[in-house]
């Protein structure tokens, strides 16, 4: 059975089992989830019980269900040894893991749908101090990025050695809420010349927004 993922276009978290599954050639059916349509259709009681959390991405190998993007990118590391993510040595695993948990821990939560609608419906917070709020924990956690990819001997043309895993697999989609926020990206070139060489790639040009079969079009206001 063709393995299914429940994702959303603009969705960071799914754009990463998208990219990861691309990277590692694995075929997959993309199930959409729409985050927004209706209250969002991660709310309702069908895809509740396929997964609690109500967030997508939800991977399914069709007898079991994974949820969280990382655990999902582990098992398809553990399932299929080709185009490796991670790196051989303990040490440089350690280091790629602990980046990209930079991203998709410390970074992505804080501007999540669900975060951004808590300001504006149940504390009142302003469409610009929201968007204020997006861009400092954004701008905070590009900034350690850049210092710590900046500085260390392993970034090559990807951001471990010469070949995408699993720091890029978490950056690229950081970036485009990042652009989608209208930041300006200056401060970090290091960042940025990674970003722009996985966009190169096939397997991140076809897990992109404007790729995705319920993709709306770039203008559209949907959050990440
Ligand atoms: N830690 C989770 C995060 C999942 C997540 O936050 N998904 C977002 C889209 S990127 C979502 O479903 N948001 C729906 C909502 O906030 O209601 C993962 O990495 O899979």
Redesign the pocket.
């Known amino acids: 059975m063709k393995t299914q993922l429940y994702s959303?276009w603009r969705?960071?978290?799914?754009f990463?089992v998208r990219i990861a599954l691309n990277l590692k050639g694995l075929d997959y059916e993309v199930i959409p989830v729409h985050?927004l349509k209706s209250g969002?259709e991660?709310?309702s009681l069908d895809y509740a019980k396929k997964n609690p959390n109500?967030?997508?991405?939800l991977y399914s190998n069709g007898t079991h269900t994974i949820?969280?993007?990382?655990a999902i990118i582990e098992y398809l590391e553990e399932i299929q040894a080709s185009s490796p993510l991670l790196p051989q040595a303990a040490i440089d695993r350690a280091w790629v893991r602990a980046v990209a948990m930079d991203i998709?821990i410390d970074i992505?939560?804080i501007n999540?749908?669900?975060?951004l609608?808590y300001l504006i419906k149940n504390l009142g917070v302003s469409a610009d101090a929201k968007e204020a709020w997006g861009q400092h924990w954004m701008s905070l956690g590009l900034a350690s990025l850049e210092k710590q990819l900046g500085s260390d001997s392993r970034v090559g043309r990807f951001a471990y050695g010469d070949q995408p895993g699993l720091i890029d697999i978490c950056l690229v989609p950081q970036i485009f809420n990042a652009l989608s926020a209208k930041m300006t990206m200056e401060a970090y070139p290091t960042v940025m010349k990674i970003f722009n060489e996985c966009m190169k790639l096939p397997a991140f040009i076809e897990a992109s927004w404007e790729k995705q079969i319920d993709a709306e079009g770039s203008n559209s206001s949907t959050a990440?």
């Open positions: 959303f969705s960071s978290a799914a990463r985050l969002g991660q709310s109500r967030l997508v991405p949820h969280q993007s990382l998709a992505h939560p999540n749908l669900r975060v609608r990440p």
